[in-house]
């Protein structure tokens, strides 16, 4: 029961989709600061190969990049191979690699749809399943292996954005995640969502012109989510203390969903 042992995460080995920046690296430096290996993967190979050096020496562990597109079946595919290369095992995968596209509802594109719905629901689906054998390697009874998908409030509550793909790929995602954990559930892999609210990133910034002030003022928590925030929840689900929680999709969101009467920037 003490913290060390319901906590402990150390000597695991994780993949982290779309770890280079944002949500992803702030999960990446929570497993890292606790001890497990990390793979973190994203397109732009600079950008990626030096955020796996900086959090490298940050926290005196090993991240490991894996530069590869997962907006197609191949890219995940690839994925797979240049992962099982390097390992033949895998404890931990975050499905956190997105994408948002906001259009009006009139001239609203095919385009828009497929990006968002291949990357944030197909190639989920697929990755998971292709990694499944590794997952499998190490997984038992008392330490099930597990899969994280990282989902959105958007895909619980209706956005006040015009991103009807993304909310709707949000939306799949905390289901996928349902159908997932029944599958998976008795080789010993759990699998469960987390929907974020607001987090400082590339993906939020530009929405808000990188100004985060009126989301904290409207935040039932006054506050924009932190890396403690993400790296705290993952680091519960993925240790002794989360081995029992199944299919859920937790909110991460200063209290949007559950606790306030208003939208995230009403
Ligand atoms: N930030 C928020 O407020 C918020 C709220 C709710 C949910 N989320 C979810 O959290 C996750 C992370 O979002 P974020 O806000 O951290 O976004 P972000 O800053 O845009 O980061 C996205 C990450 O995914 C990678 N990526 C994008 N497209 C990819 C592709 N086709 N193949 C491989 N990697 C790809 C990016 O690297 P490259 O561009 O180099 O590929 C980057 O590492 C997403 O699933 C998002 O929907 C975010």
Redesign the pocket.
């Known amino acids: 029961m003490k913290i060390e042992d319901l906590f402990k995460i150390k000597g695991k080995v994780a993949l982290v989709?779309?770890?280079?920046?944002?949500?992803?690296e702030m999960i990446a430096a929570g497993f890292l600061a606790n001890g497990v290996k990390v793979y973190i993967?994203?397109?732009?190979e600079d950008?990626?190969n030096q955020k796996a050096e900086e959090l490298s020496e940050k926290f005196g562990g090993e991240c490991i990049p894996i530069h590869?597109?997962?907006?197609t079946l191949d890219?995940v595919e690839e994925l797979v191979a240049k992962y099982s290369s390097f390992e033949d095992s895998l404890d931990f995968l975050v499905n956190?690699?997105?994408?948002?596209w906001g259009e009006p509802f009139e001239s609203f594109s095919e385009g828009g749809w497929d990006k968002v719905m291949d990357?944030?629901v197909k190639s989920m689906f697929f990755l998971s399943r292709n990694l499944t054998n590794l997952l499998k390697k190490n997984a038992s009874l008392d330490d099930p292996s597990r899969i994280i998908n990282?989902g959105?409030?958007?895909g619980i509550q209706v956005p006040p954005f015009e991103t009807y793909s993304y909310a709707a790929s949000?939306a799949a995602v905390h289901h996928l995640t349902r159908a997932l954990a029944r599958k998976l559930v008795s080789e010993n892999i759990t699998v469960n969502a987390i929907a974020?609210?607001?987090?400082p990133?590339?993906?939020?910034g530009p929405a808000v012109n990188h100004d985060y002030s009126f989301i904290e003022k409207t935040n039932p928590r006054k506050r924009i989510g932190s890396p403690e925030d993400i790296a705290g929840l993952v680091i519960y689900l993925c240790s002794r203390a989360g081995a029992y929680t199944v299919g859920d999709t937790i909110t991460c969101d200063g209290g949007i969903v559950n606790a306030s009467s208003s939208n995230w920037t009403d």
């Open positions: 989709t779309g770890g280079s920046r944002g949500i992803g993967s994203a397109r732009k950008q990626l590869n597109d997962l907006g890219g956190n690699a997105g994408a948002a990357l944030n990282i959105s409030i958007e949000k974020p609210g607001p987090f990133s590339m993906m939020l």
